[in-house]
């Protein structure tokens, strides 16, 4: 059984069973009173959240600050907390790998999959470069300074080993703080991207330095065979379970709830197919997972569905951040005064803890200023002020935590590494954690504002007057709702003096465009600026589109593919979209030679019309969604020099796409409406579900007649998606 139990902990990261969070507790407690710690955490959680809305201060801090206040007051008063310190201790209990288990799939996918795939390709190299030499550098830097300044006698294996754990950034603390403070979104995908790789290779690191401290001997040939095993096998298992789910996606029609379970599901199971089947790295394989769904599968989610999804991860990741940043403040408290002798022994170890805050910071900055060549080199390059932050926001969160009490609690650690070793990790694991989170953490905002990267440009202030002045105009239209025939005439003064964000604005009476319309607007940071407001709006027109059946999934993502790589340019280039979209448009140099008389004319005219119709559908969009945005622009901002230049280059940019159709309504008119067919059949149906939900809002249909009706519809419109009428079936019609 000894054996059994040393197999079962080879690996410090692999999940063990559930039911010890039940066997090592206190047996008086009852297992349920482990819901009571969650309903616990969640009020304080909802209280916390609603005080410091409008605060600069950030929420994760906030929730750790009272986790070690729960677990002070429990451990600190022996256990007098009754059914809440149950709940407490049921859960400060709880099996590391098993919080992990329960955590980290969906905080991680949720993470990666709102990642914007366009800055995920560009910042890539700059991720991996974090992510990878990054985490080997901090490693040794941090194994160095163990080893040479701590006092307590620990081999280069120990000292590395601690270097790995606390070498990864945490995803979970990373993301979510920087989701509160709004950063960049250049910057924000950068620490994102390099915080979640990150974990998953500082995780690896730590698992090689664990089996060499149990005394296992490696090779250079093994420990590469180790690496490549276990991080590419992770990243293939992710792209596997991401292609299988899907093509299941594209098998689903218009159910909300089996779609979202579905990501649900497949994180959890991509989670521990690769943690459990093939001891690989689990953190990886959810990240890219979640990077695979981002890339191809969010054009999968239409509408309500897409508004679903969001909503339903956001609550999933706000939940789970709340308890494990709880637990994580319990955990920290419970190693402080459940400890033993290690700290009345070793008092000093309080000022080691900060020594080590020390040098984590210190090889943060050995991290980033090697590698800064290289960083200012590739993806959207990085400047000294993005450096800056990129070095303070490296926080420590619940995974350096989890892994440092598996890596206490393992059996096979038991008879080869001391309890005060074990203990020591714990302890300097979580006050690294509460340090980097309340210092750190707390503090990274007001760096943010120092370097002023918080700040709007001249335009975007401009553009934020003149939305408040049209707000001040809007309110003209809204006075005719001051009278009613039940109730009679409002009190529109009254009204008026309640709206207080305007106030200001109404006593200046100015137009802000129009005053601060001059030369200067032409320079380029305010042409960059109202090119993204334009690119923005015909990306929103394309997600329209989508919606109403205009476009297929495959087209809307070539069409918003082309309009990330045009706002990337947008300052030093003007408007550009098209570009992207001429070599999937004009026909390839091949087709020329097909259309010699050695081949069936038949035949070249099939792969003709197969090559325009998609082609149809980029034009059209394009023009339709560019006149959107020309329109709102002009409706928005009026006859300034700056909105015109920017309506010229979108005008100018469609000239290509306008002759293309032209071409096709001349040579294959049949095209054209083939596509123009499909989109009319789509609103159409889509029309008669609208209409049939209404009329039971309003009372005229009994819901189970309205469901009947429904889904007559619905089936109707699979069979048009699954089954479109061909726009080939004029064969013949090329002389």
Sequence with gaps: MEAVGEVTHALPYRLLAPFRLLVETSSHSDPVDAVIFVGLSLVL???????????????????????????????????????????????????????????????????????????????????????????????????????????????????????????????????????????????????????????????????????????????????????????????????????????????????????????????????????????????????????????????????????????????????????????????????????????????????????????????????????????????????????????????????????????????????????????????????????????????????LHFLGMDKLSAMKRCILDYTKYKMLKKLEAFEDLGDDEELGPADWPTVKRYIANLNTLEEENLDPHSASENEGNLEPTNLKDIRICLLNVVQAAYRRMLDEGRITQATAKILMQSVDEAIDVASHEPLCDWKGLKAIVNFPNYYKFLQTRMFPQKLVTYFTVKRREPACYICAAFLRAHRIAQRQLHDFLGDSTITSRVIDESVAEGKEARDFLEDGRQKFPEVLSGVKTRQVTYSVLNHLIDYVQNLEKDGLLEEEEMCDLRDAVQTDLKKLLRNPPPVHRFLGTLP
Excluded at 130 to 140: D, M, Q
Excluded at 152 to 159: A, L, P
Excluded at 386 to 395: M, P, Q, R, T, V
Aim: with cysteine; glycine share 10%; net charge positive.
């Design 45 to 447: 959680g909802i209280t916390c959240r609603h005080v410091l809305g409008g605060t600069k201060f950030p929420y994760t801090v906030a929730l750790l600050i009272i986790g070690m206040a729960l677990g002070f007051l429990e451990y600190g008063t022996n256990h007098k907390l009754g059914k809440i310190g149950d709940g407490i201790r049921l859960w400060a209990e709880i099996d590391a790998d098993l919080l992990l288990a329960v955590f980290l799939p969906a905080l991680l996918f949720e993470s990666a999959f709102s990642m914007e795939v366009h800055q995920i390709k560009r910042c890539m190299a700059q991720m991996l470069l974090l992510a990878g030499p990054g985490v080997l550098i901090s490693t040794f830097c941090l194994g160095l300074a163990l080893k040479l300044t701590f006092p307590y006698n620990w081999s280069w294996k120990i000292s590395l080993l601690l270097g790995g754990l606390l070498s990864a950034t945490d995803p979970v603390a990373v993301v979510a703080l920087f989701k509160e403070l709004g950063a960049s979104k250049k910057l924000t995908t950068i620490i994102e991207g390099e915080s979640l790789m990150n974990d998953g290779t500082a995780i690896v690191v730590y698992q090689l330095f664990y089996k060499m401290a149990l005394g296992q001997s490696f090779t250079w040939a093994t420990i590469i065979e180790f690496l490549a095993k276990v991080s590419l096998g992770a990243v293939g298992i992710g792209i596997a379970f991401g292609i299988a789910s899907v093509l299941w996606l594209g098998f689903i029609f218009n159910d909300t709830v089996i779609e979202i379970a579905l990501t649900l599901a497949v994180s959890y199971i991509a989670y521990l197919t690769a943690q459990l089947g093939f001891d690989i790295s689990g953190v990886l394989a959810v990240m890219t997972l979640g990077m695979f769904y981002a890339a191809y599968a969010k054009t999968a989610f239409k509408g309500g569905s897409q508004r679903s999804l969001h909503h339903f991860w956001g609550m999933v990741a706000y939940i789970a951040n709340t308890l494990i940043f709880i637990l994580s403040g319990v955990v920290i408290a419970k190693g402080v005064l459940v400890g033993g002798k290690t700290f009345v022994n070793h008092g000093y170890s309080w000022g080691y803890l900060i020594l080590l805050y020390v040098f984590v910071q210190v090889s943060r900055c050995i991290v980033v200023g090697v590698l800064f060549p290289f960083l200012q080199y590739f993806g959207y390059g990085l400047d000294l002020k993005e450096a800056a932050i990129l070095i303070w926001s490296g926080l420590r969160g619940v995974v350096a935590l989890a892994l440092s009490l598996s890596f206490k609690n393992s059996s096979a650690s038991l008879t080869t590494i001391s309890l005060e070793t074990r203990s020591l990790f714990v302890f300097f694991t979580g006050g690294i954690v509460f340090l980097t989170l309340i210092i750190n953490g707390s503090t990274t905002q007001f760096l």
